[in-house]
């Protein structure tokens, strides 16, 4: 079975602290992709990357930076010089590639609630 | 080109009353995943769905839960005779036909409060 563990429930730091979320993921497939997401106090679900389990280089966007180690089963999100915009509850996720026709579903984390205050 | 589109955005059941959540998939999307989002916890996946097919509902409650997906309209999350623990936010999301991975673009949620 697959499964996300966010360990940190909550995590708060002051504007321009560098804050990094970890990940821990299980899966018995060898084809995954990972995710993050944000969810601000409004509530929706905000996209911010999507890595497949074959590229496990680091990627930078902004302030915000992804580390995949497989070694490790982790996929781990820092965002730097954070600001106090950054207060949400950030979601990691996984899911399988599969065949034409089956379910993609994603298996997400319960969150790390990021409160960064000015 | 609209996104995913949900109504309503708040929903408010009396318990035993039945609820009605709609998911319009963006434009050319054929594939639709419905989530649940209990207080304070990560998302749950519940059913995914494909034009007149249901193909995986390994999520679903076994009772009172349904989910379709019409050749024409938006896909219906209905969930019959609630009780106070099926108040959650209800997100669906939309993605397109193909054979490589296909991202998942969401709603905007559908928060369903019974009293």
């Known amino acids: 079975a697959q499964k996300v563990t966010q360990a940190q429930t909550e995590i708060s730091v002051v504007e321009k602290e560098d804050v990094t979320l970890d990940c821990v993921y299980e899966?018995?497939?060898?084809?995954?992709?990972l995710f993050w997401y944000k969810q601000p106090p409004s509530g929706e679900l905000v996209f911010l990357i999507r890595?497949?389990?074959?590229?496990?280089q680091n990627e930078i966007s902004g302030r915000y930076s992804w580390n995949f180690q497989k070694s490790t089963s982790s996929f781990n999100f820092t965002i730097t010089a954070s600001q106090v915009v950054d207060s949400a509850v950030y979601f990691c996720?996984?899911?399988?590639?599969?065949?034409?026709?089956?379910?993609?579903?994603?298996?997400f984390g319960k969150g790390t609630k990021l409160t960064v205050n000015p | 080109n609209a996104g995913v589109m949900q109504n309503p955005r708040h929903l408010v059941r009396r318990r035993g009353q039945e609820a009605r959540l709609r998911c319009s998939p963006m434009?050319?999307?054929?594939?639709v995943y419905w989530y649940r989002q209990l207080p304070e916890e990560g998302l749950k996946f519940m059913v995914y769905?494909?034009?007149?097919?249901?193909?995986?509902e390994s999520g679903m409650p076994k009772e009172r839960f349904s989910a379709e997906f019409p050749k024409e309209g938006p896909s219906i999350l209905r969930i019959q005779q609630v009780v106070r623990g099926d108040s959650a936010a209800y997100f669906c999301?939309?993605?397109?036909?193909?054979?490589?991975?296909?991202?998942?673009?969401f709603g905007p949620g559908t928060r369903l409060t019974v009293l």
């Open positions: 996720a996984l899911s399988s590639q599969v065949s034409q026709g089956g379910s993609e579903k994603l298996v």
């Open positions: 769905l494909q034009k007149e097919n249901i193909i995986d």
């Open positions: 890595r497949n389990s074959f590229d496990e």
């Open positions: 899966t018995r497939d060898t084809t995954y992709y």
């Open positions: 999301a939309s993605s397109p036909p193909g054979y490589s991975y296909n991202e998942q673009f």
């Open positions: 434009k050319g999307h054929s594939h």
